[in-house]
């Protein structure tokens, strides 16, 4: 049986994501903040889950759950380095300092240590990463600021590590969802449900599902083939057009 680990597997995509693998016969070790979520995916998927509770930018905590993983998870042929979020909708100029930081240290940061620790194993299984940045990090919107920044950092780093990966069979791949109906934005708004249901209404978003089948997919693709990177959105999401400011 093989063995995934997802980080944010508390909600959203990376919920979505522990369900499809499982539901393809894989193992997941299943991280995120919120225990009894985790508990809940136990409960719910039994023996094939191993719950790993820390936040991801507390390097030791993360250290001590991998090294600590049972025997039985500890040969890993998948990453998932999908935890993450975007604090804040307004421009960089009213931004706060702390948020940035919070993102930077989530979405970059961490995304780097738990990787860095997990290459050796990855390594020896030949295994796979999959790194799920966003359109933000491609197409600049305003308000996206750091958040947007950090997803680019994701984009390239993700292609530079399939360069540095060349010839060792692991395979790295990018997946750069659109608006996707999470809690996404109930994070970002500090729990405004009303503007998080605002921005999904009428849009038919995507599902946390529809790119838990993506990741399935990529993961079960022959092992000679690399998805290198797949940006993908709702049909009722585009391009906007650049802004001209006039005095
Ligand atoms: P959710 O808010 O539903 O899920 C985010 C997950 O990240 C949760 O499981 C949360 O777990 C985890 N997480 C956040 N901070 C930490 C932390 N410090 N330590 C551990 N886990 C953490 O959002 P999505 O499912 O939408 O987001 C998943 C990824 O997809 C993110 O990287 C996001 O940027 C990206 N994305 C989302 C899009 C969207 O429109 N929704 C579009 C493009 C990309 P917990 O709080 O329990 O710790
Ligand atoms: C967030 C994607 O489309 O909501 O990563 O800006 S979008």
């Known amino acids: 049986m093989k063995t995934a680990i997802v980080t944010g597997a508390t909600s959203g995509i990376g919920a979505a994501t522990v369900a499809a693998l499982i539901g393809a016969g894989w193992q997941v070790v299943a991280t995120g903040r919120r225990a009894e979520r985790l508990e809940r995916l136990r409960d719910e998927h039994g023996e094939a889950v191993h719950p790993a509770v820390f936040d991801v930018r507390d390097e030791a905590a993360m250290a001590a759950a991998i090294d600590a993983l049972p025997d039985r998870f500890a040969a890993v042929d998948l990453l998932v380095n999908n935890a993450g979020l975007a604090l804040g909708t307004g421009p960089a100029q009213k931004a706060d300092l702390t948020q940035w930081r919070t993102m930077v240290d989530t979405n970059v940061t961490a995304l780097l240590a ?134």
Do not use: C
């Open 114 to 247: 738990l990787t860095h620790r997990l290459l050796p194993r990855l390594i020896e299984r030949r295994g796979a990463i999959i790194n799920i940045a966003s359109v933000a990090g491609s197409y600049p919107y305003p308000g996206g600021n750091v958040y947007a920044g950090t997803k680019a950092f994701v984009q390239q780093f993700t292609l530079a590590l399939r360069s540095d990966l060349h010839g060792t069979g692991v395979r790295a791949s990018l997946i750069d969802p659109g608006m996707v109906e999470t809690e996404f934005t109930l994070v970002r708004t500090g729990g405004d449900q009303g503007a998080s249901d605002a921005l999904y209404q009428g849009a038919t978003p995507m599902t946390a599902e529809d790119i838990a089948a993506t990741v399935l997919w990529i993961a079960g693709l022959p092992p000679h083939l690399n998805v290198n990177r797949l940006e993908i959105m709702p049909v009722s999401q585009s391009f906007a057009g650049f802004q001209v400011a006039r005095g």
